[in-house]
């Protein structure tokens, strides 16, 4: 695996392990309720993350996708289009106020605070941050992911060598837990579309962000492995430990808390922050996209969004986990389905625009270098092949020239930074295609 595809890996891995995941109640929810059968399903998860990781990022980047419409919108009608726009909003409002409730439950099990602390102290920070520089926050707080991931590692090794019985009887015990979902299979399924459901939007970005679908893909295969063998040892660890954990909303932090006090008071931090993060993501998120850059009502529909979790949140964690990731879980099978339907039908066109965006990088690679001649046959060459590109012209070229740009200043080859464009913006007047640099 190549440094670009390794880098969409590591950071799908950071969008799929998220507050849910870290407290351990979605993982018993999903897959140790069902004893035994339920880490099948674990496993069963490990295969569909990965297929999945790889459809979504390579679609992104097929489509060199800024955000999650520039997919939907390319491979289904305008009014489905929108449809699974609305399902999108619904899922990130959703996971927002079972963060808030999430936050209560974190504070009450580790430091013994009434829930509706926790959940106002969330919904605090996500309406005061959210006036602030957002990104700054969020970025340090998303560098806790390898920590978070490194307190998983040390849970399941503890589980491994300190099981709780024999797996007759934990068996027996985590059936007796049990789940809302109504068998194996059918929960890994659900738990992969609500996991994904909600990084989808951010998965398609990440694709876009790179040029060479074939790349996004392994990437994206990848990360959705590494995930999944992660989903998996959780999931057996928290079997092993179902008679201690099994009563607690954040078994997880309970196992950590188990091995050291002092290891349950940082995960707990820890994970806060990660619940922060998660909830601030949704919200910030969809109040930019329904105020229209007008400052005075994104701060409106911020704070409304926020109280309006806060409210909900009085669900308590558990219980939202257990009836409203399912719904969730449903809602992202049908966009996940689209998805995996749509990539199955432009397989081969995938395969033809990876060859054919190797062709613009060779031609715009010429081109560009000093020491090359780059004809007006070249440059007809290049035209064509930039028109037949599903993506449209400028864009593709702009991308496709900032790596070969890169690449050759790696290599320390001298090319023309002021060349113009082929391809014209899409709003230019009639502009002359013929380059400057032509033989």
Not at 262 to 289: E, H, K, P, Q
Request: glycine share 10%; hydrophobic share 50%.
């Amino acid at each position: 695996m190549d440094k670009k595809a390794l880098k969409v890996a590591l950071a799908f891995v950071g969008l799929a392990v998220g507050a849910g995941f870290a407290s351990g109640r979605e993982v018993i929810q999903y897959f140790v309720g069902f004893g035994i059968p339920g880490l099948w399903g674990a496993a069963l998860a490990c295969v569909i993350f990965a297929f999945t990781g790889l459809v979504i990022v390579q679609l992104g980047s097929y489509f060199l996708a800024n955000d999650h419409n520039a997919v939907f919108s390319g491979v289904a009608r305008p009014l489905t289009s929108k449809i699974f726009d609305v399902l999108i909003t619904f899922i990130l409002f959703s996971i927002g106020f079972v963060m808030i409730a999430g936050g209560g439950a974190n504070l009450n099990q580790q430091f013994g605070l009434d829930k509706w602390i926790g959940a106002v102290i969330i919904t605090a920070l996500v309406i005061g941050i959210g006036m602030l520089d957002v990104s700054r926050v969020t970025a340090v707080i998303g560098a806790l992911t390898p920590v978070m991931i490194v307190f998983v590692l040390i849970a399941i090794v503890y589980s491994l060598t300190h099981a709780q019985g024999s797996f007759a009887e934990l068996d027996s015990t985590a059936k007796a837990v049990g789940s809302t979902l109504p068998h194996w299979t059918i929960s890994a399924a659900n738990y992969v579309a609500m996991a994904l459901g909600m990084a989808v939007s951010m998965s398609i970005v990440m694709g876009g962000d790179i040029a060479d679908p074939q790349v996004a893909g392994r990437g994206g295969f990848g990360g959705g492995l590494l995930f999944g063998l992660l989903l998996f040892l959780t999931a057996t660890a928290l079997f092993l430990q179902i008679p201690l954990v099994q009563g607690y909303d954040m078994p997880l932090l309970s196992l950590v808390g188990q091995i050291h006090p002092w290891l349950g008071t940082i995960m707990a931090i820890v994970i806060f922050a990660m619940i922060f993060n998660t909830a601030i993501g949704m919200y910030y998120a969809l109040a930019s996209r329904f105020s229209g850059g007008d400052t005075k009502r994104f701060r409106i529909i911020l704070i409304s969004l926020a109280l309006i979790g806060f409210g909900l949140s009085f669900f308590g964690f558990t219980t939202l986990v257990g009836y409203l990731y399912p719904i969730i879980g449903y809602v992202g099978i049908v966009l996940i389905g689209v998805l995996i339907f749509s990539w199955v039908r432009t397989t081969s066109q995938i395969k033809d625009e990876v060859e054919r965006r190797k062709r613009i990088r060779d031609l715009l690679a010429l081109r560009l270098r000093s020491d090359k001649k780059f004809t007006r046959k070249h440059h007809r060459h290049l035209e064509k092949e930039l028109e037949e590109s599903p993506v449209e012209n400028y864009e593709l070229e702009e991308t496709l020239a900032d790596d070969v740009t890169t690449e050759l200043e790696d290599q320390g080859v001298d090319y023309d930074a002021d060349l113009d464009p082929i391809s014209p913006q899409p709003d230019d007047s009639e502009e002359s295609t013929e380059a400057a640099g032509l033989a």
